[in-house]
């Protein structure tokens, strides 16, 4: 059955797509918004580069990337590793820039999936932080259907929907708002979940409760939540997808906490043993480019790690080359084709 994957160009035909990154950050400000004025830190060079990717987005400078001619430059990068299609989870309160993304998309010749929806509620001001759940389930149906801040570019994707822990009442309208919006526009949800091993159990039983697909729903970030697998059984068994995003961080130091990371092939150590359990389908994996040190402009990895160096150690982890073609092509696919109805 065919399908249409909704670009920042317009309806593509799904079955005409390749090889998908469907969490990443192409346009984007993850500086706290009372720290956006006035950057003060020394920009990023060869010499300082490798330390500032170790501390992350501590450096506001690595923080933010606003400029959609470096967007294109990494997506043809991405291009050349056999990359179709790169989806920016940026949602509204991070620097969504749909029509830099629009921009971006036709200089490199990549398609693009923009997002709908919101980010957690410290990044969102005042005026949004009031809206109810019938305001945000209109806004998102609005921004997957008629464009996005304004402009006549659409999401393909809900989210991620930022969540805090302990979860902030605004985010958990906003997740109702999504489930809602989802069922009305057929757009898979993604969620980032708070730092808490319950958040990812607390944020399905609103979705659920609010009627979503949870088949059609997303939990980012397996990686941080559950370095070592522990509790991701637990919520397959929910009938969402999880994601492991971190693909590319290979660390001791976490900048945001405690977690002791796993390094790619221990992600795909834990991806194999799932596949053998039969949950293969619902495992989705991105590398979550969130900082300027990741990109290829600055000595990163790029969005194409995954294409490039990801099959090599699929391989290694004992996954056959009909399931890296699923992690890397069909799951991405089947979540990014519109499902209305
Ligand atoms: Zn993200």
């Known amino acids: 059955m065919a ?3 909704r670009t920042v160009c317009g309806d593509v035909d799904a079955e005409a797509i390749g090889r998908i990154v469907l969490h990443e950050h192409l346009l984007f400000d993850l500086v706290r918004p009372g720290q956006r004025n006035g950057i003060g830190s020394p920009p990023i060079t060869m010499a300082n580069r490798w330390q500032v990717d170790y501390r992350s987005n501590e450096n506001p400078r690595n923080a933010r990337q606003l400029d959609p001619e470096v967007a294109a430059g990494e997506l043809a990068a991405f291009a050349a590793d056999g ?15 749909p029509e830099g993304q629009r921009r971006a ?15 957690v509620a410290d990044y969102l001001d005042a005026e949004t932080l009031v ?26 994707l809900i989210g991620e929907i930022g969540c805090s822990w302990p979860i902030h009442p605004f985010e958990q309208r906003a997740l109702v708002a999504a489930a809602q919006a989802s069922r009305r526009t057929g757009a898979t949800i993604s969620v980032h979940p708070g730092r808490h091993v319950q958040a990812p159990f607390e944020i399905v039983r609103i979705l659920e409760a609010a009627g979503a697909d949870l088949s059609r729903c997303v939990i980012c970030h397996m990686d941080r939540t559950y370095p070592d697998g522990e509790g ?19 660390q001791s130091h976490y900048w945001m906490g405690e977690a002791e990371l796993p390094t790619d092939l221990g992600r795909l150590h834990l991806i194999k043993a799932l596949f053998d359990e039969g949950w293969g389908e619902r495992i989705v994996v991105s590398h979550d480019i969130c900082t300027c040190t ?3 402009h600055l000595g990163g990895h790029g969005y194409g790690h995954l294409l490039r160096n990801g099959p090599t150690l699929m391989r290694r982890a004992g996954l056959t080359p009909d399931r890296v073609e699923q992690l890397l092509r069909h799951n991405p696919l089947r979540l990014l084709t519109l499902s209305p109805g």
Not at 238 to 247: H, L, P, R, S
Request: hydrophobic fraction near 50%; aromatic fraction near 8%.
């Open 3 to 5: 399908g249409v994957v």
């Open 105 to 119: 998309s036709v200089a490199a010749g990549v398609h693009v999936v923009a997002a709908a929806g919101t980010y």
């Open 232 to 250: 991701v059984r637990a919520l397959l068994e929910t009938g969402v997808c999880v994601e492991w995003d971190f693909f590319g961080i290979e």
């Open 294 to 296: 990741r990109m290829t």
């Open 131 to 156: 809206l109810d759940v019938a305001a945000l389930t209109e806004r998102f149906v609005a921004e997957v259907e008629t464009g996005l801040d304004g402009t006549a570019v659409c999401a393909g």
């Open 83 to 97: 990359g179709a299609l790169l989806v920016d989870q940026s949602t509204f309160g991070i620097g969504r820039n």
